[in-house]
């Protein structure tokens, strides 16, 4: 019935687990579609080209952005990111819902240019906890814990610009959440007014 699917935007601080909801959320759900974004950062231990990533060289990237072939992007930890834009419009435009997790800067970009997407925001609990979370991960340099923990308050600072905020407490009940986002909003009658009277359009006999 929907002439067009959801661009579900996903973003929040380092360490309150947006990653991990995303994937609860595609594990559960067949129905969504993931963005797989470019960057010129270096793959991890067992990222794969085309699934985790799309990794360009910077000069790549930088043609990219010349031919307006990214939604948005932006520097991330000293790393260009990019949503693909081809790939995302068509799936919206047949109807078909697609999440970005993204940085805060690429959402808000997102929002300039397509201000009828789903908005999400994922905070942690607490800052204790946001801080236990990053420092568990075991990954991040004593400068990168730093960096990552002190822009924590900058981005929660940045709420107001979306729609609905997630506190991720439990994985499950913050992914039970996110669904019910969804389902809301696939049902939200505004954008749908046309489709709904098309299919129910006056008959020539009955009501
Ligand atoms: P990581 O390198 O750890 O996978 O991701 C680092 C950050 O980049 C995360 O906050 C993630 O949400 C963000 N990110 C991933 N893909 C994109 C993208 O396409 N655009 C923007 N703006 N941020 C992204």
Do not use: W
């Given at each position: 019935?929907?002439?067009?699917?959801?661009?579900?935007?996903?973003?929040?601080?380092?360490?309150?687990?947006?990653?991990?909801?995303?994937?609860?959320?595609?594990?559960?759900?067949?129905?969504?579609?993931?963005?797989?974004?470019?960057?010129t950062r270096e793959p991890r231990n067992g990222e794969k080209h085309g699934v985790n990533y799309f990794f360009l060289g910077r000069d790549e990237f930088e043609s990219g952005i010349?031919?307006?072939?990214?939604?948005?992007?932006?520097?991330?930890?000293?790393?260009?990111?990019?949503?693909?834009?081809?790939?995302?419009?068509?799936?919206?435009?047949?109807?078909?819902?697609?999440?970005?997790?993204?940085?805060?800067?690429?959402?808000?970009?997102?929002?300039?240019?397509?201000?009828?997407?789903?908005?999400?925001?994922?905070?942690?609990?607490?800052?204790?906890?946001?801080?236990?979370?990053?420092?568990?991960?075991?990954?991040?340099?004593?400068?990168?814990?730093?960096?990552?923990?002190?822009?924590?308050?900058?981005?929660?600072?940045?709420?107001?610009?979306?729609?609905?905020?997630?506190?991720?407490?439990?994985?499950?009940?913050?992914?039970?959440?996110?669904?019910?986002?969804?389902?809301?909003?696939?049902?939200?009658?505004?954008?749908?007014?046309?489709?709904?009277?098309?299919?129910?359009?006056?008959?020539?006999?009955?009501?």
């Open positions: 019935m929907r002439t067009k699917g959801l661009l579900i935007v996903v973003s929040g601080p380092s360490g309150a687990g947006k990653g991990t909801i995303c994937k609860e959320l595609l594990n559960r759900r067949d129905d969504i579609n993931i963005s797989v974004s470019a960057t010349e031919k307006d072939a990214f939604l948005e992007h932006a520097t991330v930890y000293n790393n260009l990111y990019g949503t693909p834009k081809d790939y995302v419009m068509e799936k919206v435009n047949a109807g078909e819902d697609v999440l970005l997790e993204i940085d805060i800067q690429g959402a808000l970009q997102v929002k300039e240019r397509y201000p009828e997407g789903v908005f999400i925001f994922i905070l942690p609990p607490s800052y204790e906890e946001l801080r236990k979370r990053i420092i568990g991960r075991g990954s991040e340099t004593e400068e990168s814990l730093k960096t990552r923990f002190s822009s924590a308050y900058d981005e929660i600072k940045l709420v107001n610009h979306y729609d609905y905020f997630i506190i991720n407490d439990e994985v499950d009940k913050a992914t039970d959440l996110m669904v019910s986002i969804i389902v809301a909003e696939r049902n939200r009658v505004m954008g749908n007014v046309e489709e709904i009277m098309r299919t129910f359009k006056k008959e020539e006999k009955g009501c």
